[in-house]
Structures are given as C-alpha cells and as structure tokens.
C-alpha cells in the first residue's frame, strides 16, 4: 500500500474540562527555564512563542486509511512537512517506517535534522504508525513486540501533590521554581518546598524534580547536596541539551544522586553519545520531539544496551508514548505532565484527543484498537484547527 497524501496543519488540543476545579492544593510558583536570567517587566517571561500550536500530520494511503501524528511548535514544522517531505514521500510504501524516518532524516541535513525538523519528522513518523496499525488492524504496542508489562506505573509532574496523591499516584515530580539567578534565597525556597512535599507525600512515595534546562554545574551539584536528605529519585535536565561536558562534570562531582535527561536531545545521536559516556542513569526522550516512534525504539534498544532506564517525557499525556512504553522493557514508568488535572477534575476530562487511555490509581493500559486507538475524526480535526 502506498502512500497517497501527507498533509499537516495547526491544531488546538488543549483539553477543555466541564467539572469546575476545586480551590488548588498548591502552591502558586514559579517554574525555573532556561531564560530566567533574563526577567521582564511584570514578571513576564515567555518560554516558547506565542501564536504556534501544535502540527497534526495526516497521511493517508491508497485506499483513503489514514494515520494521525501530533508534534509541536505549528507553523515553522507545518511547513517543513507540506513543503519538504510531503512532495518527496508520495508514492512510498506505507510498512516502510524504517526507509522513510531515514529519508526524513537526510533530506534535512542540509539545514539541521535536530530542532524544529526533528518534531517535523515526529508527527509524519507517528502518523505512518498509527496508519501501519490500522492496515494491519493492530495495536501499534503489537507491531512493536507486543506488551511487555501488565499495566504502566505512572506519576504525576506538577504543584497539586496532595490532589496527585489522592487519585491514585505513587510518585510526583516537582518543577524547579527558583534558580541561579535567584541566589541563596532561591536555594533556600527550593529547600523547602522539596522538603514541605516529602513530608506531604511519605516515605511511600517516589519524587522527583525537574530543573527544565535552567541550571548549571554549580548550582546544580550545590542543589542537590542541599536536597540529599529527602531522597529524590532522581534530578532531571538541569544543563542546556548541548553541555555534554557538564553533564559528565555533574556526573563526576554526583556519583551518589541519579541523574536524567533527554528531553531536548533530538535523534538518536545524543543518547549515543550519553550511553558511551554514562552522563545519566535515565534518558528522557519526548516521542513527540525527538524523531517519533522510530527513533524511540532505537533510543530504547542503545539504553537497555548500556543499562540505562528510559521514561519518556510526557508519555502518558497522548497514546503515543502509552504504546512505547507499554511494550518496550527499558522504560518502567510513564509521566503525565501538560495538565495533569486541576484538583477535583477527573483525568477522564484531561484527553488531548478522543480514545486515549485514562490513568486510573496511577496506572494505565493503553487502548487496544488499531493504530494508536485514537477515535479521531476528520470533523474533529477540522474543528480542533478552526479554534
């Protein structure tokens, strides 16, 4: 079967719940990024542009089947797919996954693969997987092997603890609020949130923190002596995506404290790199960003090579990342962040896209239906791009 169309546009999927939220459980705080340094006035400090929503690629085959891949960062990825790889990818052979993310790959070369090409090959790789499942009528988790667990562990990345605790997570992760830029005080205030949501959550319960990228060797040695008594499972992207040479400095002054990153790393070429230099002990990719379905299974194949865990970032938020990890062996858990649900609003109400799987007491297994087991219409998409 081959491939007849591939067409992207912007689309707005931002889940919109009816249960009114209940007053929140946390605390209202900033989120440490990695142009914090640089305030503006009122405190406004945007982290992405404004005006781009996400790309939705839609490719569909011979005989009208059509598969669905959401990516991010709209417009400048919208146009590399219609008018890059589209043009050069009719014709191609649906099943020949592999073929394709390979041509995706070298056709960009010329003006970076990584960045915004990366998530432009994510949404027409998914969208090729989702297609694959439904010619052949399966699950995407059985073309990748089949299920490797019973169900997916999964935590919760926000403030609202307490609200996390109470429907069902094991385990949380905390954003940053505070870094270098804020000094002792911010140490301090870090300090205490860490250690006010230890006690909140027990010793039963698994946290995290993510430093989204803000960090440097320093300041994040010093954060993580200071937070050692509360046993945080791991930090996770404290330096920019590129300073391989302070990750391995952090690694060196850290021996003691697990480390993940990967969020940012595009390709497989990263994670390479960082498995033969052991920088961290979890790799991160987003499947969304960093190459699609494709490049996560050979993400997964050099991790478990090298004994490292990956978890995807934001897995559980769309069925993408719930069939990797539902069938890969190197990834034991699954993160739900982007909104994880306002206190007293059911994660029933929190679907970015119809059919997804629902978290229920921390765990979640994916759909069954073919392809990704999104009941996604072209009347749904069409509404999701007029918002």
């Known amino acids: 079967m081959k491939i007849k169309e591939i067409r992207a546009v912007e689309v707005d999927i931002q889940p919109r719940p009816q249960t009114r939220p209940r007053p929140r459980t946390g605390e209202s705080l900033p ?41 991010m960062w709209g417009d400048p990825v919208v146009r590399i797919i219609n008018e890059h790889y589209a043009p050069a990818l009719i014709g ?10 390979d041509m995706m790959m070298r056709m960009s070369a010329m003006y970076g693969s990584n960045g915004l090409a990366s998530y432009a090959i994510s949404a ?32 919760a990345t926000g403030f609202d603890i307490a609200w996390y605790k109470e429907i069902g997570f094991k385990a949380s992760k905390l954003p940053l609020p505070y870094g270098p830029s804020d000094g002792l005080d911010g140490l301090r205030k870090n300090e205490a949130l860490v250690a006010k949501t230890r006690e909140l959550v027990g010793d039963d319960n698994e946290l995290m923190l993510d430093c989204w990228l803000a960090l440097d060797v320093e300041y994040t040695v010093r954060l993580a002596e200071v937070l050692r008594p509360y046993r945080l499972k791991w930090i996770e992207d404290y330096l920019l995506p590129e300073d ?69 970032h934001g897995g559980m938020n769309l069925p993408y990342g719930q069939h990797l990890t539902y069938a890969m062996p190197a990834i034991p858990w699954g993160e739900r962040s982007d909104g994880v649900s306002s206190p007293g609003v059911p994660l029933e109400e929190m679907r970015h896209v119809p059919g997804a799987a629902v978290i229920k007491d921390g765990y979640l297994v994916p759909s069954d239906a073919p392809g990704f087991g999104m009941e996604v219409t072209m009347d749904w998409l069409e509404a999701a791009a007029a918002r």
């Open 31 to 71: 989120v440490v990024y990695p142009n914090a340094r640089y305030p503006r006035e009122g405190g406004r400090n945007a982290w992405g542009p404004h005006g781009w929503r996400r790309p939705a690629c839609v490719v569909t085959a011979e005989d009208g089947t059509w598969g669905l891949g959401i990516s």
């Open 124 to 155: 027409v790789d998914l969208a090729l997987w989702d297609l694959k499942g439904k010619l052949l009528q399966k699950p995407v988790y059985e073309l990748l092997g089949g299920p490797q667990k019973d169900k997916i562990f999964c935590y």
């Open 244 to 312: 391989y040479d302070g990750f391995a400095a952090v690694r060196e002054r850290l021996p003691w404290q697990t480390l993940a990153a990967g969020e940012h790393w595009y390709l497989t070429a990263p994670f390479a790199l960082a498995a033969n230099r052991r920088l961290v002990d979890v790799f991160q990719p987003d499947i969304c960003w960093a190459g699609g379905m494709t490049a996560c299974v050979k993400i997964c194949h050099i991790a478990e090579a090298a004994g490292i865990s990956v978890i995807v």
């Open 92 to 101: 191609e052979n649906c099943m020949a996954t592999e073929k394709i993310w």
